[in-house]
């Protein structure tokens, strides 16, 4: 299993990044993980888009499913016309972007819902589902091929469940939008990478990746906050890391 960060900024893409969005491959299979602000040009400069065989989305907030456009509108506009792309997102959660272009792009999608506590094989791929907090419905997902498993988050606040979640995991793809405090208004439906490291290590999770930082963040903050309780492989996911599980 290969994951590659195509974009890692919470909220907005800061100069020369991009938004959520992870490409995952294996076996020839290409799974596009929160296809958010500006990541299309980075999917492109390491894929056409109709290579890519499916797409997750964990919440409908446009960091992070907004190039789910262009990704669809290449499909369909393109010269391959490939068959239509399976979508996964939980129920709702793409309504907005996909009313964009309503009618040209009806046929270069199939949408399936992501409903908690599911279990779905998506090509090499068995897919666990959670349901986590944050201001809208949102799926902590688990892929798992291989004997190689894979966690993320998407956007959540505290919850028991992420410890299930990233249990024994290969890897975990935690939001830390900020280092050690959310603000309190906030603080039911993101996180920091303080807890994704009380997380990382409960879960016993090889290695750690931090992701959703807020634009113009430095890394060295959230690192440090993180290493306090993990003391396992530890990065932040910026545009061009590669995990190789």
Partial sequence: ?????????????????????????????SVLIDPGYATMPRLLALAR????????????HPDH???????????????????ALPVYAPPGALDAV???????????????????????????FRLNTWALPHHVPN????????GKTMAYTGDTGP????VDLA??????????????????EDAPYLSTALQAGRTAAAAGV???????????TPPEPALAAAAQSYSGDLAVASRGVTVRL
């Fill in 206 to 216: 090889a290695r750690l990746l931090l992701t959703h930082l807020w634009p113009g």
């Fill in 139 to 146: 799926a902590g997902l688990r892929l798992s091929g291989a």
């Fill in 159 to 162: 919850a028991g469940t992420l």
């Fill in 167 to 184: 249990r024994d995991a290969d890897l975990l793809l935690a939001e830390a939008t900020y280092p050690e405090e959310v603000p309190e």
């Fill in 49 to 60: 888009a109709e290579e890519i065989d499916a797409v997750l989305v964990s919440h409908g």
């Fill in 1 to 29: 299993m290969k994951l590659t960060v195509l974009g890692g900024c919470g909220a907005w893409p800061a100069a020369d990044q991009a938004c959520s969005g992870y490409l995952v491959e294996q076996e020839g299979f």
């Fill in 98 to 124: 996909l009313r964009l272009d309503e009618r040209m792009l009806a046929d270069s999608f199939v949408l399936h819902d992501l409903a908690p506590s599911r279990e779905l094989e998506i090509g090499p």
């Fill in 65 to 83: 499913c907004a190039d789910l456009n262009p990704l669809l509108r290449a499909r369909a506009l393109g010269e391959a016309r490939p068959p």
